[in-house]
């Protein structure tokens, strides 16, 4: 093949190259095939290569139209690999010869490439890049370099080497086998070697202490790339690695980002904040495995210094004008690290005491930026409590913008992945009830149960997800009712329920959780209880990410002799039917309380059916500086709390052990039933009843004690309002009135408890109704209406 046909062939497609087609482009891969093959002289086949890649850039929109599955599958495109990357590669551990510029330009273009991988071309994508022996050479070019600092200085190839990376790193982001898995380990270990090196460390300390400062080749293939290779990198790497990483380079950076001045991260340039970006985000973002509590303990001095100076750079950047590009790309940055830092729990308490912080983030949800707006509420939903939410001037904003993200995205299959982060975020706020209240207000029940019904949505990241909103929902009534008359909507969760699927058990547990509430809870609640015939001691109630001291807990009291009830698969574990068995046969039920609780739909759904129940519960704190609030502040107000968060283990379990046998013994007295006491009682209020003729005074407060009694008698409350109001005259009884209607509701529960506390008695909401009802006939008209903020020692208020 004459070099005149060649060059006919490259100039035909820089000519036409706007329009040219799949076949023209297959036609003179053949010429140039067959032109390769017969040169045999190493200069002109490297000058070959050159002409060739430079052709090809010459496609302007070359990444849609070489990603055709017949040209990626052309022999060209091996002959590339093979010669311009694979064999040079070689030659550079073998010679000391400068890199060819090939190299970078085949590189750049197989990269180029991958940044439009999907799925009709991954497979042949895959099959050209995924060589065994390009991923030996990549992998002993990245030791050379780790081990002993080979070629640091030789810039083609280090850019090489970066554009190699990013290859594989778009790859691995596509459909994964694990045999694909298996041929691209040894990279992971070769970019770890690297980065636990004495290179990393120097190449940090070597950083300027202000932000505006140029990279480097090496800094940028070091502190970027390789960082961001590793970034959610698959199981088969080894944890322990990456903590490695952490342990050799986080307290370096963490002095270098908190020495610089936050003012002069503001101007930055885009290659330094994307370095900072990346390695940021790997030194924190692998709290999701289950190495959690190693991340968040050994880290954490660190992390809150960061987690500081990533404030100060959020305050300086509101100062400014917000609506300028550079800055909110800054902000964009800033608000991202910020919610990855919200995922160490540990982290996320410190970060609820930085001044300010709440308010910043919110100031940015005013920013003409989806993306920073979506990521300040994933914050938000992760800080806020339930005074945050109340002090909002506009508290109704958030479930505003959540509907209104939510119709934007959910029919746009452009923004998948923008909604899928939607929900999850969204699950963050339905913990408060200030939030439930609006999001029931502005219609999202259609949307959520559109995301359950419709096979187009991911069982996992959709379906699941507004399952469980759904179900946090449902714990108003309002919600309830709207849901129970969707009958499409019913069946359909009916059949997730139903299926036994063990890809989607996530799936189907949230379902159950959700028929649970809305056709089988009240039933269950009802049903009487049977005193002295519990087959547990205690039943823990526990999220699944403190798993490990729940189960540190259960051994000890197990071994000290208590029937412990415990689901120790928690996450997919027993259904809501079982748990409820296990609460009404256990004589306590220990609530283990952290932000992993509070946020659990289902740890809500065990902690409410207990006390609704009327079970003594026992909390415990297991997150440092944790402080309950909202719907779990009121379930646990008037207890006290055993600390196993800030107390040393043995001794925190020795306060419970003696608190779980205190309550057992209390519960061992014989209930008054058909005690002489109790008959006693039941003949005086039979005299009572029979000698009193006359009326009761028209006015509450000139009641006697008798007089109180006498009313609830005749109203039949005598086994559960009266025991509660024994010590009553009415002027007490009128006070008791009015704390009933500062906050019904909340009064009803501590009332239940207190009943079912001391006396073993469920106390139906028919006779608190009834109560309420017909006291009012006897309330004078001059009787003082106490504001709510009056009675501070209610259970709402207790929170």
Same mark, same amino acid.
């Given at each position: 093949?004459?070099?005149?046909?060649?060059?006919?062939?490259?100039k035909?497609?820089?000519?036409?190259?706007?329009?040219?087609?799949?076949?023209?482009?297959?036609?003179?891969?053949?010429?140039?095939?067959?032109?390769?093959?017969?040169?045999?002289?190493?200069?002109v086949?490297?000058?070959?290569?050159?002409?060739?890649?430079?052709?090809?850039?010459s496609?302007?929109?070359?990444? *849609?139209? =070489? !990603?055709? #599955?017949e040209?990626?599958?052309? $022999? +060209?495109?091996?002959? /590339?690999?093979?010669?311009?990357?694979?064999?040079?590669?070689?030659?550079?551990?073998?010679?000391?010869?400068?890199?060819?510029?090939?190299?970078?330009?085949?590189?750049?273009?197989?990269?180029n490439?991958?940044?439009?991988?999907?799925?009709?071309?991954?497979?042949?994508? *895959?099959? =050209? !890049?995924? #060589?065994?022996?390009?991923?030996? $050479? +990549?992998?002993?070019? /990245?030791?050379e370099?780790?081990?002993?600092?080979?070629?640091?200085?030789?810039?083609?190839?280090?850019?090489?080497?970066?554009?190699?990376?990013?290859?594989?790193?778009?790859?691995?982001?596509?459909?994964?086998?694990?045999?694909?898995?298996?041929?691209?380990?040894?990279?992971?270990?070769?970019?770890?070697?690297?980065?636990?090196?004495?290179?990393?460390?120097?190449?940090i300390?070597?950083?300027?202490?202000?932000?505006?400062?140029?990279?480097?080749?090496?800094?940028?293939?070091f502190?970027?790339?390789?960082p961001?290779?590793?970034?959610?990198?698959?199981?088969?790497?080894?944890?322990?690695?990456?903590?490695?990483?952490?342990?050799?380079?986080?307290?370096?950076?963490?002095?270098?980002?908190?020495?610089?001045?936050?003012?002069?991260?503001?101007?930055?340039?885009?290659?330094?904040?994307?370095?900072?970006?990346?390695?940021t985000?790997?030194?924190?973002?692998?709290?999701?495995?289950?190495?959690?509590?190693?991340?968040?303990?050994?880290?954490?001095?660190?992390?809150?210094?960061?987690?500081?100076?990533?404030?100060?750079?959020?305050?300086?950047?509101?100062?400014?004008?917000?609506?300028?590009?550079?800055?909110?790309?800054?902000?964009?940055?800033?608000?991202?690290?910020?919610?990855?830092?919200?995922?160490?729990?540990?982290?996320?308490?410190?970060?609820?005491?930085?001044?300010?912080?709440?308010?910043?983030?919110?100031?940015?949800?005013?920013?003409?930026?989806?993306?920073?707006?979506?990521?300040?509420?994933?914050?938000?939903?992760?800080?806020?409590?339930?005074?945050?939410?109340?002090a909002?001037?506009?508290?109704?904003?958030?479930?505003?913008?959540?509907?209104?993200?939510?119709?934007?995205?959910?029919?746009?299959?452009?923004?998948t992945?923008?909604?899928?982060?939607?929900?999850?975020?969204?699950?963050?706020?339905?913990?408060?009830?200030?939030?439930?209240?609006?999001?029931?207000?502005?219609?999202?029940?259609?949307?959520?149960?559109?995301?359950?019904?419709?096979?187009?949505?991911?069982?996992?990241?959709?379906?699941?997800?507004?399952?469980?909103?759904?179900?946090?929902?449902?714990?108003?009534?309002?919600?309830?009712?709207?849901?129970?008359?969707?009958?499409?909507?019913?069946?359909?969760?009916?059949?997730?329920?139903?299926?036994?699927?063990?890809?989607?058990?996530?799936?189907?547990?949230?379902?159950?959780?959700?028929?649970?509430?809305?056709?089988?809870?009240?039933?269950?609640?009802?049903?009487?209880?049977?005193?002295?015939?519990?087959?547990?001691?205690?039943?823990?109630?526990?999220?699944?990410?403190?798993?490990?001291?729940?189960?540190?807990?259960?051994?000890?009291?197990?071994?000290?002799?208590?029937?412990?009830?415990?689901?120790?698969?928690?996450?997919?574990?027993?259904?809501?039917?079982?748990?409820?068995?296990?609460?009404?046969?256990?004589?306590?039920?220990?609530?283990?309380?952290?932000?992993?609780?509070?946020?659990?739909?289902?740890?809500?759904?065990?902690?409410?059916?207990?006390?609704?129940?009327?079970?003594?519960?026992?909390?415990?704190?297991?997150?440092?500086?944790?402080?309950?609030?909202?719907?779990?502040?009121?379930?646990?107000?008037?207890?006290?709390?055993?600390?196993?968060?800030?107390?040393?283990?043995?001794?925190a379990?020795?306060?419970?052990?003696?608190?779980?046998?205190?309550?057992?013994?209390?519960?061992?007295?014989?209930?008054?039933?058909?005690?002489?006491?109790?008959?006693?009682?039941?003949?005086?209020?039979t005299?009572?009843?029979?000698?009193?003729?006359?009326?009761l005074?028209?006015?509450?407060?000139?009641?006697?004690?008798?007089?109180?009694?006498?009313?609830?008698?005749?109203?039949?409350?005598?086994?559960?309002?009266?025991?509660?109001?024994?010590?009553?005259?009415?002027?007490?009884?009128?006070?008791?009135?009015?704390?009933?209607?500062?906050?019904?509701?909340?009064?009803?529960?501590?009332?239940?408890?207190?009943?079912?506390?001391?006396?073993?008695t469920?106390?139906?909401?028919?006779?608190?109704?009834?109560?309420?009802?017909?006291?009012?006939?006897y309330?004078?008209?001059?009787?003082?209406?106490?504001?709510?903020?009056?009675?501070?020692?209610?259970?709402?208020?207790?929170?």
């Open positions: 093949m004459s070099n005149t046909a060649i060059d006919e062939h490259c035909s497609i820089q000519k036409h190259a706007a329009n040219i087609s799949i076949e023209q482009l297959k036609t003179s891969f053949d010429i140039f095939t067959v032109g390769f093959k017969e040169i045999n002289i190493p200069d086949k490297s000058a070959f290569i050159e002409k060739i890649l430079f052709t090809l850039a496609l302007p929109h070359r990444h *849609k139209i =070489l !990603l055709n #599955s040209l990626v599958k052309h $022999e +060209l495109f091996i002959i /590339l690999r093979d010669t311009a990357i694979t064999d040079e590669l070689h030659r550079k551990q073998t010679e000391e010869s400068v890199t060819q510029k090939f190299v970078l330009d085949a590189t750049i273009l197989f990269m490439l991958s940044y439009s991988i999907d799925d009709s071309n991954v497979d042949e994508l *895959k099959s =050209l !890049l995924f #060589s065994k022996p390009l991923i030996d $050479e +990549l992998v002993y070019c /990245l030791q370099i780790g081990t002993n600092g080979k070629h640091l200085n030789d810039s083609q190839l280090l850019r090489s080497v970066r554009s190699l990376l990013t290859i594989f790193k778009n790859i691995i982001r596509n459909h994964m086998a694990a045999y694909d898995y298996s041929l691209i380990a040894p990279i992971f270990s070769a970019v770890t070697q690297c980065l636990c090196s004495p290179y990393a460390i120097e190449m300390k070597s950083l300027d202490q202000y932000f505006y400062q140029k990279l480097d080749n090496s800094q940028t293939l502190l970027r790339t390789m961001w290779y590793l970034q959610w990198y698959p199981d088969y790497g080894d944890p322990e690695n990456l903590i490695k990483i952490l342990r050799t380079l986080l307290h370096e950076f963490t002095a270098w980002m908190t020495s610089g001045q936050p003012e002069s991260y503001l101007q930055c340039s885009p290659q330094v904040n994307a370095m900072i970006r990346q390695l985000y790997f030194l924190i973002r692998p709290v999701e495995s289950e190495n959690v509590n190693i991340f968040s303990e050994e880290f954490y001095s660190d992390y809150c210094k960061l987690v500081l100076q990533w404030s100060s750079f959020l305050s300086l950047t509101l100062k400014h004008h917000s609506n300028k590009t550079n800055l909110k790309s800054k902000a964009q940055t800033i608000v991202q690290i910020l919610y990855n830092f919200t995922l160490h729990l540990n982290v996320l308490n410190f970060m609820k005491t930085i001044p300010d912080l709440i308010s910043m983030l919110l100031e940015l949800t005013d920013t003409d930026h989806d993306e920073i707006q979506l990521n300040a509420y994933r914050c938000l939903g992760k800080l806020m409590v339930e005074n945050d939410i109340k909002m001037v506009n508290p109704g904003k958030i479930a505003t913008v959540y509907i209104d993200f939510m119709r934007n995205t959910i029919d746009d299959p452009g923004k992945e923008r909604f899928d982060s939607l929900l999850k975020s969204l699950k963050n706020f339905v913990q408060h009830d200030q939030v439930k209240t609006e999001l029931i207000k502005q219609g999202t029940l259609p949307l959520l149960m559109k995301c359950v019904v419709e096979v187009r949505f991911d069982p996992i990241k959709v379906q699941q997800v507004a399952l469980e909103i759904l179900l946090a929902l449902s714990f108003f009534n309002e919600a309830c009712l709207i849901l129970k008359q969707n009958e499409d909507f019913m069946n359909h969760s009916r059949n997730l329920a139903e299926n036994s699927n063990s890809g989607q058990a996530g799936l189907q547990r949230a379902a159950e959780g959700l028929l649970w509430k809305l056709e089988k809870e009240n039933a269950a609640v009802a049903k009487p209880s049977i005193l002295y015939s519990h087959k547990y001691n205690i039943m823990i109630s526990y999220a699944h990410k403190n798993q490990e001291l729940c189960l540190q807990i259960h051994e000890e009291l197990v071994k000290h002799g208590f029937n412990v009830w415990l689901d120790r698969e928690c996450l997919y574990g027993s259904t809501m039917v079982g748990i409820a068995n296990a609460i009404e046969n256990s004589e306590n039920v220990l609530i283990c309380m952290s932000n992993a609780y509070k946020e659990s739909v289902y740890c809500q759904s065990e902690a409410h059916y207990a006390f609704e129940r009327g079970c003594r519960l026992i909390p415990i704190i297991i997150e440092a500086d944790y402080k309950p609030d909202g719907w779990l502040g009121i379930i646990v107000s008037g207890k006290i709390y055993v600390n196993f968060a800030n107390t040393q283990f043995s001794l379990y020795e306060k419970l052990k003696n608190e779980i046998i205190q309550q057992c013994q209390t519960a061992s007295k014989p209930l008054p039933t058909n005690s002489t006491e109790n008959n006693s009682m039941s003949l005086e209020h005299e009572l009843l029979s000698n009193t003729i006359e009326d005074p028209y006015s509450i407060t000139e009641w006697t004690h008798d007089h109180v009694k006498l009313f609830l008698l005749r109203m039949k409350l005598g086994t559960t309002i009266l025991p509660l109001c024994t010590r009553l005259d009415g002027d007490r009884l009128l006070q008791l009135y009015e704390m009933c209607l500062s906050n019904r509701e909340s009064m009803y529960q501590s009332l239940k408890f207190e009943l079912n506390e001391r006396y073993h469920l106390l139906p909401i028919a006779d608190y109704i009834t109560f309420l009802h017909n006291i009012k006939a309330i004078p008209s001059n009787a003082i209406t106490y504001p709510s903020s009056f009675f501070r020692f209610t259970r709402c208020d207790l929170m």
